[in-house]
Nanobody, 120 residues
Framework: QVHLVESGGGLVQAGGSLRLSCAAS????????LAWFRQAPGNEREFVAA????????YYADSVKGRFVISRDNAKNTMYLQMNSLKPEDTAVYYC?????????????WGQGTQVTVSS
């Protein structure tokens, strides 16, 4: 059974930093591309950042580019999101997402989310 467990969320003042982690189990971690999404109250879930299976390629939403850094440690089955210069509009539940094609079958998984609240 696949589990993606986020941690590291919390309350921080504007301009502060947080580091989110997503620990995975039950899957061959290195065979999955990974991403972070977020969802604020009343809003749709939106893309934040993604990272390739090797970790060599990353993608960011314009709203976080230059402030957030996505990374992964395949030896630890863990993905990270370093969030710097946080703004109140970054307040949301942050979800990790894994997607891959295993034996020609597309598979994807979501974590349960971790709350990030940025106060002004």
């Amino acid at each position: 059974q696949v589990h993606l467990v986020e941690s590291g969320g919390g309350l921080v003042q504007a301009g502060g930093s947080l580091r989110l982690s997503c620990a995975a189990s039950g899957l061959t971690f290195s065979r999955y591309a990974l991403a972070w999404f977020r969802q604020a109250p009343g809003n749709e879930r939106e893309f934040v950042a993604a990272i390739s299976r090797s970790g060599r390629t990353t993608y960011y939403a314009d709203s976080v580019k230059g402030r957030f850094v996505i990374s992964r440690d395949n030896a630890k089955n863990t993905m990270y999101l370093q969030m710097n210069s946080l703004k109140p509009e970054d307040t949301a539940v942050y979800y990790c997402y894994a997607a891959g094609v295993i034996l020609a079958v597309s598979r994807s998984f979501w974590g349960q989310g971790t709350q990030v609240t940025v106060s002004s």
